[in-house]
């Protein structure tokens, strides 16, 4: 926390301290430069951390520029003025909310698509503002905005604009430290695996997006009694890639990089443009050359300096989770002729399987059995064709991950799915906190230290997570799927479903994770699918066995009933075809 | 009033067959290998110079055809080679890398031939006149070579060796390294001749638009949403984005304006790309 | 044990880090048949496409008549007389069986399939259609026979008779004998052990990413078999 206000404030000073130094020409320039840096700064919030790439920001800037461009002709010299700064902008970042929420909602990593409408979006709203000459002054622009009232001259301008910029790059700063930081960095990084630990992943993005544009919008305001001229050109999708190169070439990644990318190439543009032609392809050549190796931007020049950072210390003082509520009894889960279909092939013909009183069941079955896809049609990953899925005695209809995951159900996939661009402790974070954390919380930065006996369990038996600020990509498989387990049990599920929850261990890892079931089994009121192989961990670990064959049910008892059974036998060595 | 409409269909078609020209291109590098080429429309760009330096050198006009597309296509190979390998082909990654080399293009294209608006001539004057209303002639040439060059591909891509080997790699590219297909190097070609296809086009509409820097950037809106509209990678979504896309234009453009017209389009893009974003005749 | 035809030395890889296959080595002579057996998650297909270059191994080598060909790109490992028929969409099903055929020959006639098709005239009534919209057993009888047709000196097949019906099951292996008579190798992954008895010179057994055993096929017996394969 001392870093931060130290950083933010030193930030502060520095932005204040240039006009003595520079002079007032320099003043006007560079609170352009600020404005635009203000709108990189969003673009790299919701770009280098949440992983959206939003290639129509201008639009959200004009916008803003031209509602307090009215504001400022219609209240011209009465205080009223300033309030159009935060309508401006609050009220930009709450269309970009919901029109984000709503394109998001449902759709996993939907690729391109988002960016593209933007796109879109900003290239339609050029045409507007050029068109709609009534309010926007059509292609000419309106012009001859006053300034904001009380403010004499450029400089006070633009002292106004440097503390906004400051204050914003502080906010930003405290906000990428802050749960919602860590949470939009694992949104980006693997929105499977956040949906499945029951967080609405579309709110979370949608926020991010909010945000970026909610600066984007103040930006705007900024812009007209700073340019004293708002034209369509704002909205135009030029403008709106020039953000995106600035975030990209000052390190999108970083709070500062876009700022400074804008200040830079905006400065030197404005100096070199003429003077060199060759200047932009400069420009467009580094750009590229960002995008192929340099993916820190600027920045990267600068990383030495990060020690400086705000870095969290590892030894925080840990306090207790607030609890879960407890429900005594577990999931039972049923599926009653359930049918699933891709394309030309059937995957489920007509399964029909229910759990009984057994706490562990393994099922098993050959190569295309179902057996992944019975988990996948169960948290909604695969559509329902027909047949139906009754969790706890209530009809599932329209499964989707995070609600079946909010019912009490973790996942443990075949393939070990954590984040791997975060820390160790920021992956287990993320699991604590699902399904805890209340409202305002995801800005307190007390809910790093929260701890639960569980997690403390597994730190004692798994001694590589108290490892803590290792980044999840450097562990071995056999250490991602331990963290992915612990991950799965800490969110205390009343269901826990795990695909092959030993492929790739060795036999000592896979002793100790067989160990951590059964006590977790005892611990919690869990009921266990497990999908295996390896025969030794189903006797070890089933209460009851189920086979699946080509989409079906084919026989279930316990281990030493289904091995016995010849149907079993005959379908294992392919002779029944 | 027939006679309107003859015209008004005609002009249907041509903008259908000639957005399909301009979309060619792209269709190939992104309906077939996933790369988003942003800086389809400067490859356009650049075949339309092409054709005014041929031009006025004095040369035939055909000639310009060849030249655009060499020119092009040595583009093509050093983009695929410095961007488009290197990042693995991959659709977000290439789509700002395109983007930073649309910027490169426009101003390379800048500082060689200035800002300034170029002309190219029409090179087939005059107009044939059909059911009693005269159409200019170049028109009808743009359509007939279009349909020609479309059709020819098509069948082409059905039947080609080449082509049933760009249509394996395009399916199963794992498999198609199995059989013995240097999908690298398909790749590879498949990607210059999408760039090649660009600057033809490039030449083909240079005589009836200004010819200047940011020519392109009106090319690559639509085709990138014909294409979203469509569907990618296959030669019905071709037809079909470009229909709809080209004749709404058309359609629009005349019974209320060009502005509406756009917005339209870019309208119904942004339903596509929400609800349906692999288009109407994906690649299965 | 060097001087195999097709040698797979101590190779170890798998999936981004996950290390799925350990320190596995076959042998293949010429005019040999291995065939790789194991339950379901074991290894054998990510050792197959280890060997045929289409993942990186983490470590060890593999080499074709004493070429090291490890991590070399598959196109250019069928040049060298290295097939590979995949387990899962063996088959291109955009295009149709004709197509599918004769993508890499310079003549569109079919005529040297003309042995194939007689001992599978369902893929010869089917030459026009497209291949997905075949079976699962007669896409498995289609990749076999371009496999095959290719006449390459190592063949590795997973799984070929995944689907396929019985009386097929026999003709595959009468080809894979004959193509063997020729002085052709295969390394086949297979779970029906009618297919193993009738090919095999060779039984080689993986679980848990290693091989448990590894024997001429007439000195295994059919309850070690099982007792490794069974649940």
């Known amino acids: 926390m001392a870093y931060f ?71 011209g010299s009465s205080p009223i003025a300033y309030l159009a700064l935060p309508a401006a902008s609050v009220l930009v970042a709450v269309l970009a909310f919901a029109f984000a929420a709503l394109v998001f909602r449902g759709r996993f990593e939907q690729g391109p698509s988002f960016s593209l409408i933007t796109l879109a979006l900003t290239l339609a709203a050029f045409q507007v503002a050029n068109g709609w000459s009534s309010v926007t002054g059509g292609f000419n622009g309106l012009r001859n905005i006053p300034g904001l009232p009380g403010l004499d001259g450029f400089l006070d301008l633009y002292y106004l604009i440097a503390i906004l910029l400051g204050l914003s790059i502080a906010a930003v700063d405290y906000l990428l430290h802050a749960p919602i930081g860590v949470l939009w960095r694992a949104a980006a990084d693997n929105e499977r695996r956040l949906a499945f630990l029951g967080y609405d992943v579309a709110v979370i993005k949608a926020a991010a997006f909010a945000t970026a544009s909610g600066l984007a919008g103040l930006a705007g305001a900024l812009y007209a009694p700073q340019q004293n001229l708002v034209t369509p050109d704002l909205a135009g999708f030029a403008f709106s890639g020039d953000l995106v190169i600035f975030a990209a070439v000052g390190g999108r990644a ?176 993320v699991a604590l906190w699902a399904g805890r954390w209340r409202g305002l919380d995801v800005l307190r930065l007390g809910l790093f230290a929260w701890t639960s006996p569980l997690l403390e369990e597994m730190r004692r038996r798994f001694q590589f997570l108290n490892a803590g600020t290792r980044p999840a990509s450097a562990l071995s498989h056999g250490e991602r799927q331990i963290l992915e387990l612990t991950m799965a049990l800490i969110t205390e599920p009343r269901m826990l479903l795990l695909d092959e929850p030993c492929a790739g261990l060795s036999h000592e890892e896979t002793a100790a994770v067989i160990d951590a079931i059964q006590w977790a089994r005892g611990e919690l009121n869990l009921r266990i699918i497990i999908i295996e192989h390896d025969m030794e961990l189903v006797r070890r670990l089933a209460d009851r066995v189920v086979v699946l064959h080509q989409g079906r049910f084919l026989a279930d008892g316990s281990v030493e009933e289904v091995q016995r059974n010849p149907e079993v036998r005959a379908v294992y060595i392919g002779g029944s075809r | 009033m027939e006679a309107l409409l003859f015209t008004q269909g005609l002009n249907v078609i041509y903008e259908a067959l000639i957005l399909a020209i301009l979309v060619l291109g792209l269709a ?124 020819s591909l098509f069948i082409w891509y059905r039947r080609a060796p080449t082509g049933a080997r760009i249509r394996a790699m395009v399916g199963n590219p794992v498999l198609a390294e199995a059989v013995g297909i240097r999908t690298r190097e398909l790749a590879r070609n498949t990607f210059i001749t999408g760039t090649a296809f660009a600057g033809v086009a490039g030449v083909m509409v240079a005589p009836l638009t200004p010819v200047e820097p940011f020519m392109g950037l009106t090319f690559i809106v639509n085709s990138f949403f014909a294409l979203v509209v469509g569907g990618m990678g296959t030669v019905a979504g071709l037809f079909a984005g470009a229909t709809i896309i080209g004749g709404l234009q058309s359609v629009l453009s005349a019974a209320v304006s060009p502005t509406s017209a756009y917005i339209a389009m870019l309208l119904i893009s942004i339903l596509f790309l929400w609800q349906r974003p692999r288009g109407l005749f994906p690649r299965p | 044990m060097t001087g195999g035809y097709f040698e797979i030395q101590n190779v170890s890889g798998g999936y981004g880090s996950g290390r799925v296959v350990r320190e596995v080595s076959i042998s293949i002579g010429r005019g040999e048949v291995v065939c790789l057996l194991g339950r379901n998650g074991v290894g054998k297909s990510t050792l197959a496409k280890l060997a045929c270059g289409f993942l990186r191994p983490m470590s060890g080598a593999v080499r074709l008549a004493g070429v090291e060909i490890t991590g070399k790109r598959p196109s250019e490992n069928l040049t060298r007389g290295l097939t590979y028929c995949p387990q899962e969409r063996v088959v291109f099903d955009d295009l149709t069986v004709a197509e599918n055929l004769s993508l890499m020959r310079t003549n569109r006639r079919l005529d040297e399939f003309e042995p194939y098709f007689r001992v599978f005239p369902r893929l010869s009534e089917r030459r026009g259609q497209h291949a997905g919209t075949l079976s699962g057993g007669e896409k498995k009888l289609l990749s076999f026979v371009r496999g095959l047709s ?50 095999a010179d060779r039984i080689v057994i993986m679980d848990h990413g290693e091989i448990v055993l590894s024997a001429a096929a007439s000195e295994v017996d059919r309850q070690d078999i099982l007792a490794h394969l069974t649940v």
Not at chain 1, 36 to 50: H, I, K, M, N
């Open chain 2, 28 to 151: 190939v590098v992104m309906g077939l290998l996933n790369v988003l080429n942003i800086a389809h429309g400067e490859f356009i760009m650049i075949g339309a110079y092409a054709a005014y330096v041929v031009q006025r050198a004095g040369l035939p006009y055909l000639l310009a055809i060849p030249a655009a597309a060499l020119v092009c296509g040595a583009i093509g190979l050093v983009v695929e080679r410095c961007l488009i390998r290197p990042l693995h082909y991959e659709p977000f990654e290439t789509l700002l890398a395109t983007w930073g080399l649309g910027l490169l293009l426009r101003k390379c294209v800048e500082l060689a031939f200035g800002r300034g608006y170029r002309s190219v001539e029409i090179p087939i004057r005059g107009s044939l006149s059909l059911f009693g209303e005269s159409y200019p002639a170049y028109r009808l040439a743009l359509m007939a070579v279009a349909a020609l060059v479309l059709a």
């Open chain 1, 5 to 75: 206000l130290v950083r933010s404030i030193l930030i502060l000073a520095f932005l204040i301290l240039i006009p003595p130094l520079l002079g007032e020409f320099w003043a006007y320039q560079l609170g352009l430069y600020f404005i635009y840096g203000l709108a990189a700064l969003g673009v790299g919030l919701t770009w280098g951390q949440a992983g959206i790439l939003p290639l129509g920001q201008g639009m959200f800037v004009a916008i803003a520029a031209y509602l307090t461009a009215h504001g400022l002709l219609a209240f």
């Open chain 3, 150 to 199: 290719e006449r390459s000196d190592i063949n590795v097949i997973d799984e070929p008779t995944e689907g396929v019906q019985f009386e097929n099951v026999l003709h595959m292996a009468d080809l894979i004998l004959s193509h063997k008579k020729a002085g052709a190798s295969f390394l086949v992954v297979e779970q029906n052990l009618a297919f193993v008895d009738r090919v």
């Open chain 1, 254 to 429: 970083t709070v500062l990089g876009p700022v400074i990318g804008a200040i830079v190439v905006g400065v030197l543009s404005a100096e070199l443009r003429d003077r060199f032609p060759w200047w932009e392809i400069g420009i467009a050549l580094f750009f590229i050359v960002v995008v192929l190796r340099l993916p820190g931007g600027l920045m990267t020049l600068f990383a030495p300096l990060r020690r400086f950072s705000f870095a969290r210390t590892a030894t925080r003082a840990r306090s207790a989770a607030p609890g879960k509520p407890r429900i005594a009894t577990s999931l039972s889960v049923a599926f009653e002729d359930v049918r699933v279909r891709v394309g030309d092939v059937t995957i489920l013909d007509g399964l029909s399987v229910r759990t009984g009183e057994e706490a562990v069941l393994c099922v098993i079955g050959p190569n295309g059995a179902g057996k992944t896809s019975t988990l996948n049609v169960m948290t909604g990953m695969l559509p329902r064709r027909g047949g139906r899925i009754v969790i706890d005695g209530a009809d599932v209809l329209r499964p989707q991950p995070a609600i079946v995951a909010n019912r009490g159900v973790a996942r443990k996939f075949q393939t070990p799915s954590v984040f791997p661009k975060l820390t160790i402790d920021e992956n287990l974070s």
